[in-house]
């Protein structure tokens, strides 16, 4: 039996057949803004991908889309890049498009998996009909500018790659969205 490092966790234990979970803690400006359990699917040291429900409270209507009950997110996130991008499947399993969000670089430790929002964030629909830029007003807002230059520099640059990403049609897809 060899020993496994917590940041290469596969996503069952092979020894014993048990699923891994960890929890995603998402913080805004020091302090938790949403916490939630998820399954781990796959830890390569620099990739972490988990997959969870809809975690929100009800149903979210951007206008663009609705984030509801029953709805899947397959969320890939880097320890090495300034932003994690979320699958997003309705409760029939159909994709619903990616909500990416521009974080500071992903920290997984004691099951939990932390990312810092830094505000920006990207919607790319499905079909690539629609590649939206989303709260740069609260961005500005924010104060990072002032107060951590080269984190929004990284933050401007990580969303300006989401976009082409997305218009290229590179945004991560997974095999493994609704399966058990």
């Known amino acids: 039996m060899s020993a496994r490092s917590p940041e290469a966790t596969p996503s069952t234990d092979a020894e014993v057949g048990v699923e891994v979970g960890v929890e995603v803690e998402l913080r805004k400006a020091g302090r938790t803004k949403i916490r939630y359990p998820a399954r781990l699917l796959s830890d390569d040291g620099t990739r972490v991908t988990v997959r969870a429900p809809w975690a929100g409270a009800g149903v979210r209507d951007f206008g663009f889309v609705r984030f509801e009950p029953g709805d899947t997110f397959v ?106």
């Open 75 to 180: 969320e890939h996130y880097w320890r090495d890049r300034w932003y994690a991008v979320k699958e997003v499947y309705a409760a029939d399993g159909t994709l619903k498009g990616w909500y990416c969000d521009v974080t500071r670089p992903a920290v997984r430790g004691g099951g939990v998996l932390t990312v810092e929002d830094l505000d920006l964030d990207l919607w790319c629909a499905a079909d690539g009909s629609a590649v939206l830029r989303l709260d740069e007003d609260e961005f500005a807002a924010s104060g990072i500018t002032e107060a951590d230059p080269a984190a929004a520099a990284a933050a401007v640059r990580a969303l300006s790659d989401l976009e082409r990403l997305a218009e290229q049609g590179l945004l991560p897809r997974s095999s493994a969205a609704l399966s058990a």
